[in-house]
């Protein structure tokens, strides 16, 4: 473990975190034996040296050695180091929240990979004491979906980024839960799926997601990865659910990596097909089409849990 003083200290995806840059999203930690032994560290540095060592390598995202570096235009320059240490290096006028949604996002899967945790980009919830992913592309509705699981009482378990890890002992995969926020489109506030009630912040300057705080209805605690529903939009006129054989299970782990293009630059090809083909073969996968029109998101949270329901009484 790494030993730090005069840092905050947090908890997010089973890490401690000691970080020299304010993280209002994420839990503080108060208990003294973590905030001395930390997994991971944050501090603020000087772009100029970063710049220099990125030209070099005449790209914007570049494996140096033990270090993996990448830019972020008029945001910040981030280094992860060993896996333990990250550096952030905001650019001059950056907007601070834009900073720290890409140090959270982008900068914290490639970490995770860096750790042997497979990040998904996707939500996943909390039901019937396991944790289900739900995938897809940009725009399939991933966070809608699970913020209305969450309105029916069920807990956020991820948003984003979920981190996923084989058990040791060959069982069931494990997620680490995130954090308690949401980011959502206005058109799912407005629906009135938030979690908590409140005049909600842009996640950062120039977008239309917003930061939506879940700390009531939060999976604090790691949790059982039970199965992953893609989600596809169809051309048909109901809502089909389609049980996926192992190799398309594999398939969605490879394609619903967070930010798989970068795979090949951290040099991790070889641990991301094998760490993928170990959660697919232990999950449950779903392909979930829905009609473009003429469906509610309540219709397919009863759909999803329907589906879960009959496969754990067909065992």
């Known amino acids: 473990m790494i030993s730090v003083v005069q840092q905050t200290v947090y908890m997010a995806f089973g890490l401690r975190i000691s970080s020299e840059i304010p993280l209002p999203e994420l839990p503080v930690s108060v208990d003294v034996e973590e905030c001395a032994n930390v997994d991971i560290v944050i501090e603020t540095g000087v772009p100029d040296r970063l710049w220099v060592q990125l030209k070099s390598a005449g790209s914007n995202f570049a494996r140096i050695d033990n270090r993996f570096l990448f830019l972020i235009p008029e945001t910040a320059f981030y280094c992860i180091e060993d896996g333990r240490k990250i550096t952030v290096s905001p650019l001059a006028g950056a907007d601070p929240e834009k900073v720290r949604e890409y140090l959270l996002g982008p900068c914290m899967g490639a970490l995770l990979m860096i750790r042997n945790t497979l990040p998904l980009h996707g939500s996943a919830v909390e039901i019937d004491g396991k944790a289900y992913a739900f995938l897809g592309d940009s725009g399939a509705g991933k966070s809608t979906l699970a913020a209305a699981f969450v309105s029916e009482g069920h807990r956020l378990v991820s948003d984003d980024v979920i981190a996923v890890t084989l058990a040791d002992d060959g069982g069931m995969p494990v997620v680490a839960p995130s954090y308690p926020q949401q980011k959502l489109w206005r058109e799912c506030l407005d629906l009135g799926m938030s979690m908590e009630r409140g005049n909600y912040r842009p996640?950062?300057?120039?977008?239309a997601k917003y930061a939506v705080p879940a700390a009531i209805r939060f999976c604090d605690d790691p949790i059982p990865f039970a199965g992953a529903f893609e989600l596809v939009k169809s051309q048909a006129e109901a809502v089909s659910v389609r049980p996926l054989p192992n190799l398309e299970r594999l398939g969605v782990m490879l394609l619903h990596t967070y930010?798989?293009?970068?795979?090949?630059?951290?040099?991790?090809?070889?641990?991301?097909?094998?760490?993928s083909a170990g959660i697919a073969k232990q999950m449950k996968g779903y392909q979930l089409n829905r009609p473009l029109e003429g469906f509610t998101v309540n219709r397919l949270v009863s759909e999803i849990i329907q589906t879960?329901?009959?496969?754990?009484?067909?065992?």
């Not at 930010?259 to 760490?275: P, S, T, V, Y």
């Open 259 to 275: 930010r798989n293009q970068r795979i090949r630059r951290l040099g991790l090809e070889q641990w991301h097909f094998k760490a």
């Open 308 to 315: 879960i329901r009959e496969g754990e009484e067909a065992k």
């Open 203 to 207: 996640v950062y300057r120039k977008t």
